[in-house]
């Protein structure tokens, strides 16, 4: 069970501790006063009124033993001594004498024995009435008051614990219940929790309605997108016909399946961000082989060799839309961007890697290449520059791990790691 570490647990624990201390503190001083007033002023007591007796005795040997309410003398020379008294030596002990321990005091002077027993009983009782009894009122005024600042406490932070626990509860990937109802948190006016309440809901609003715009214009932007690249590709079928220039033509084409492969995953993005996918059964050994098939004439006009080598059978459990764009991007960003040599695809336990032998990137470029609008440099092949920011998106949303390593001259190569709980 996990251990509760919130604000009015730790008042809580703040004040039982104090609580607690104050009691063992109590206790402690209690006990040192009743062993002071027994080892020292009892036995103190007990010396003096000895030395005292010894002084009249010299002067009348006829002196009667203290007898009062709480000390009996004995003088052995003129006294019964009980036999429970008989074999003591000088000095203080408890001594069980009549179902009671009173606490007796012997000491000898010449052939005479005389014994205090000094009875505290009475003096326990008159100790309890003056020092217990009062001493148990401070303490339950303190107990007392310890409880009402512990409750005022918790009242002046409920409603910052409330609006913790508003948040914790609130579904951020989801754009309707991501502006939570602050209302239902009580605070006082111009307090910090009321201040803070009014902040947050800004922020949200604010927040919300950016959030809203962006993908609002991804979607819209995609769609108006397609007509006229539908238009452009169709012109292009006709001119293919023609004497128009092949490798012109060939470079739009290209440019223009970039474009749609670009649009597709805004649209993927847009739809991904509002609603959760559905996962779906993956042989990403069998998804990598079709989609070299597929960009095999890109990389037939680069004069580029695409080679895909699985070591083992890799099996998923996520978004086939998802993996296939992903995948999508990198292959055609490692054909567009080799000049010459080839690109492997490599399949392990949990893992896909895409390398090729192009120019390569320093750690500058390649810092630089994972934000929007950047492309590699030292290639004459167009794009657009969103190729990885994008990926990059995609395998967050779907908590894939994405690594590029690259060197100038030794090509690239891009790693996505796939959690335990998706491979089967």
Known sequence: MARRSGVQHRLTRAYLFQVVLISVATLVG????????????VKQALVMEAEHFWDLYEANPQQHRPNTRHLLGLLDSQDVIPDALQDMQEG????????????????????????????????????FVFGILPLSGVLLVIYTLSFVTWRKSRKLVSPLVRLAELLRRT????????LPDLSIVE?????????????????????????NRERQFTRDASHELRTPLAVIRANLELLSG?????AALRRIEDTVGDMEALIETLLLLARSESKVL???????NDLAINLVERLDPLALRKQVGVRVEQSVLLSLQAPETVLTMVLTNLLRNAINYTASGHVTVSIGAGYVVIQDT????????LQRLMQPFERGQGVGESGHGLGLAIVQRLCERCRWKLEVASALGQGTSVRVSFPLWQRQ
């Open 358 to 365: 192009g120019p390569g990137m320093d750690p500058t470029q």
């Open 187 to 211: 605070a006082e006016a111009d307090s910090e929790v009321a201040v803070l309440v009014v902040a947050l809901e800004a922020y949200a609003g604010k927040l919300l309605g950016f959030v």
């Open 30 to 41: 209690v006990w040192v006063t009743a062993q002071i007033i027994e080892r020292v002023l």
């Open 242 to 246: 023609s004497q128009a220039n092949p």
């Open 92 to 127: 203080y002990s408890r001594v069980a004498l009549d179902e009671q321990t009173p606490i007796v005091y012997v000491e000898r002077r010449g052939t005479n024995t005389l014994y205090l027993i000094f009875d505290e009983r009475r003096v326990s009782v008159l100790a």
């Open 171 to 178: 579904p951020v990937n989801d754009p309707r219940a991501a």
């Open 278 to 284: 559905p996962d779906d059964d993956i042989i990403v």
